[in-house]
């Protein structure tokens, strides 16, 4: 094996060709991800902390100075100019395997996504790594985040990520753009204040469906490249291990089984998976807290107020949900535990609104100028994204977004040299619906708790306007508010990868209620009842009952221990032996309201607001007929 580090050895072609000369040989060339890393300063430092104070460079031997690993439970930490290793606490490090295994994690973003993994086998630590590596993007970057964006032509897809972008805005391409949008359900749409928008509609002739399925394969396809090209006899392992890796997709909290049932369908699409059982064997999901917390504890760096006891809130502000859950830490040894403290909230808020009230500034601010057509404001809220919006702290009286060449000039409306500048009460009033219904959502997750610390991660996490508005007020009720480190990385991705090979969570709260319909006696003497007599009718037993009981399994706010099991006892009549019970099936009802209610449709038969349709669950029953027993109902039946 050689290992190719250096800036020129980011070079695919000098990599292709190396490959080409060595592979006859029986030689792999790999190299390194994380990129925009100095390894050689890295490494110095490393070989300098194990050596130590007794040793000079001249009295050791070759071998003792080479190959001499850190701890694996140690980590190296960029601080500036300097280096600091850092033990992990206990409990936070990944459980060593049992068996070899690959798990893949995906994040799926509204605007950028990306893919964690992790390559377990007996005997070694196992390490979650990122991909950082994505086609149309410079690899010096070592950014781990790829544009989820997919350009069409004519309804077929001809790029992906960061190659779509330039086809942006061209005239014979459509691009689907903002698409995790589509799938948000009614419940996190309305929200909040201001949280509606306009979503982009998707390419002509293709389905959600479809675009999911074409981004998925891409994502896929990069990461076996980037596992192949980084790993030691990667391609070998890849091969053996691929078609049995756990697939883990990190989503919103305010998702349930109707928006991961679209992800298996794309997944199965892509060819990523082989049929619905084995969707149903190798996808995993977890919410966006719960990868977010995951991804915390691994960086110790910003937890040292962790202690058993100790309550805290991760908020993960991405692109177009705000995730946000109180967590109480129980245990610290021998194994971390967390426990959810009341419900995670989902709001749909985040970067891609502040994108839409520039849009909206912008194009009224430069109302009659040449400059204001679709095009060119397209152009200014790209720059806006990409710089004014990042580096934004609210003090800032010059914000200058750079859209043309120094030929735009129109200084009527302050266009100077392709330049337009907002001022700090402009681009203060581009953040300000977001982020308000943001420290609204914080506020109301944090009343009634005893939470002193708060960690900010994801995408808009970012925002330093954010973190300053979190800080002025919440500062006042003593909460602290801190950031996770690394801001290239998606915290989400990392953290899913963690998630499944050490699940840190020991309950779970149920954010909505789950249940089945059911039928009750009638009862004359009930109000109720007596309203819904149109939905009465006589049981093969020959009783009079009453249709669309809701009967509740799990109720709102209910806290489930992991594993969890949840029994009750029911029973069925039938007037003859049916002809099978092979696909005996049950509807289950989600209520997304606070109070539990006692139906699941009106007097008139139509599901109750808040109510809705979840699945079916299904099982042969064939082998319980022999234990029915035959019974009388009321005479003649």
């Not at 930490?77 to 990944?94: A, I, K, M, N, T």
């Not at 689907?176 to 799938?183: R, S, V």
């Not at 500062?475 to 508010?481: F, L, R, S, T, W």
Request: hydrophobic share 35%; charged share 25%.
């Amino acid at each position: 094996t050689i290992f190719l580090t250096g800036s020129f050895g980011e070079s695919p072609y000098l990599r292709s060709k190396l490959k080409e000369i060595f592979a006859k040989q029986g030689c792999d060339i790999l190299s390194f991800d994380e990129l925009s890393r100095h390894i050689a300063s890295k490494g110095a430092f490393v070989w300098r902390f194990e050596r130590g104070d007794s040793v000079t460079p001249s009295q050791q031997t070759e071998p003792e100075r080479s190959l001499r690993p850190l701890n694996p439970t140690s980590t190296v930490q960029s601080v500036g100019r300097f280096d600091e290793v850092v033990e992990h606490p206990r409990g936070s490090e990944l459980q060593r395997p049992q068996q070899e295994r690959l798990v893949l994690s995906f994040d799926i973003g509204t605007t950028c996504s990306a893919v964690s993994f992790v390559h377990s086998y007996p005997g070694a630590n196992p390490e979650v790594r990122l991909v950082t590596r994505w086609p149309g993007q410079p690899l010096a970057s070592g950014d781990s985040k790829a544009p989820t964006l997919v350009a069409y032509r004519d309804s077929v897809p001809i790029a992906t990520g960061a190659e779509a972008v330039e086809f942006v805005g061209q005239p014979d391409y459509e691009i689907a753009q903002w698409f995790k949008l589509h799938l948000h359900p009614e419940s996190m749409t309305s929200s909040a204040p201001g949280s509606t928008i306009e979503i982009p509609p998707l390419p002509t002739g293709v389905s959600l469906l479809q675009v999911y399925s074409t981004f998925l394969r891409f994502m896929y396809q990069s990461t076996s490249g980037f596992f192949e090209e980084t790993t030691p006899g990667g391609s070998n392992i890849w091969q053996r291990l691929e078609p049995h890796a756990t697939l883990v997709f990190a989503v919103p909290n305010g998702w349930d089984l109707v928006q991961q049932n679209i992800l298996k369908q794309a997944a199965l699409m892509a060819g990523i998976v082989r049929s619905e059982d084995d969707a149903a064997l190798r996808m995993e999901f977890v919410t966006e807290s719960e990868a977010s917390v995951q991804y915390i504890l691994r960086k110790s760096s910003i937890i040292p107020w962790l202690r058993e006891g100790s309550t805290f809130a991760v908020v993960d502000a991405g692109g177009s949900t705000v995730d946000s859950t109180v967590f109480k830490c129980l245990a610290m040894s021998p194994k971390m535990i967390l426990k959810m403290v009341g419900i995670s909230k989902c709001m749909q808020a985040g970067g891609v609104f502040v994108d839409r009230s520039a849009r909206v500034m912008l194009k009224e601010k430069l109302k009659g100028s040449d400059y204001g057509d679709e095009i060119t404001v397209t152009d200014m809220v790209s720059e806006f994204e990409r710089k004014a919006k990042r580096l934004f702290n609210g003090t800032s009286d010059s914000n200058i977004i750079q859209f043309g060449s120094r030929r735009d000039n129109d200084r009527n409306f302050g266009i100077i040299q392709g330049k337009i500048t907002l001022n700090r009460l402009e681009v203060a009033g581009i953040f300000e619906d977001t982020i308000r219904s943001i420290v609204n959502s914080c506020m109301e997750l944090l009343k009634g708790q005893n939470v002193k610390n708060l960690i900010l991660v994801g995408g808009f996490g970012e925002s330093p306007y954010l973190r300053n508005r979190l800080k002025a007020d919440l500062g006042p009720q003593g909460v602290e508010v801190t950031i996770a480190e690394e801001p290239l990385k998606k915290a989400a991705a990392e953290g899913s990868s963690s998630w499944y090979l050490q699940q840190l969570l020991g309950n779970k709260v149920a954010p909505f209620t789950l249940g089945v319909e059911s039928t009750l006696p009638f009862d004359q003497n009930r109000r109720d009842h007596r309203e819904r007599r149109a939905r009465a009718y006589i049981a093969d037993d020959g009783s009079t009952r009453i249709r669309d009981a809701y009967l509740a399994l799990i109720e709102k706010d209910a806290s489930l221990e992991s594993g969890a099991e949840i029994i009750l006892k029911a029973k069925t009549s039938f007037e003859q032996q049916p002809e099978n019970l092979k696909d005996s099936g049950r509807e289950i009802y989600v209520f997304d309201g606070e109070l539990k209610p006692n139906w699941t449709r009106d007097v008139k038969g139509n599901l109750l607001h808040n109510m809705r349709h979840l699945c079916t669950v299904t099982a042969d029953l064939s082998p319980l007929w022999p234990l029915s027993n035959m019974a009388e109902g009321q005479p003649g039946f």
